[in-house]
């Protein structure tokens, strides 16, 4: 039984190493970090209630899961592949655009969600 429970710890703490990595080494990780801060505070400043604050947390998960997800494939692609081919670059490519849709799909619900509080916050 505690060897279950030490090799859960050290799954932990290859999750952890993985997020370092990522927060470290991706650029895109500084825009997702300031996208997510700036989203969670001014839903918490309009006061959202808890469904759309929830939605909110589940399409920022999605976004950082692409991240992570087109990382892992990028290092995948680069280990397989270590020159350049064009099925490495279809690869990379779509990893990229899983990205982008799932950021694209996030500023639209946070328009959705946020725009309509945000406006009367505002005045308008």
Request: aromatic fraction near 8%; charged fraction near 15%.
């Amino acid at each position: 039984m505690m060897d279950f429970f030490i090799s859960r710890i050290h799954s932990f703490g290859h999750a952890f190493c993985g997020l370092g990595y990522v927060l470290r080494t991706q650029k895109n990780a500084y825009i997702h970090s300031l996208a997510t801060i700036l989203v969670i505070c001014i839903a918490l400043w309009l006061r959202i209630p808890a469904s759309d604050f929830a939605i909110l947390i589940l399409t920022i998960g999605t976004v950082w899961t692409a991240e992570f997800i087109n990382t892992s494939l990028e290092a995948v692609v680069d280990l397989a592949s270590p020159e350049k081919h064009p099925l490495a670059k279809v690869g990379k490519d779509v990893g990229a655009a899983a990205v982008l849709i799932a950021a694209m799909s996030s500023v639209i619900i946070g328009l959705i969600i946020l725009g309509p509080a945000l406006l009367r916050k505002l005045g308008y």
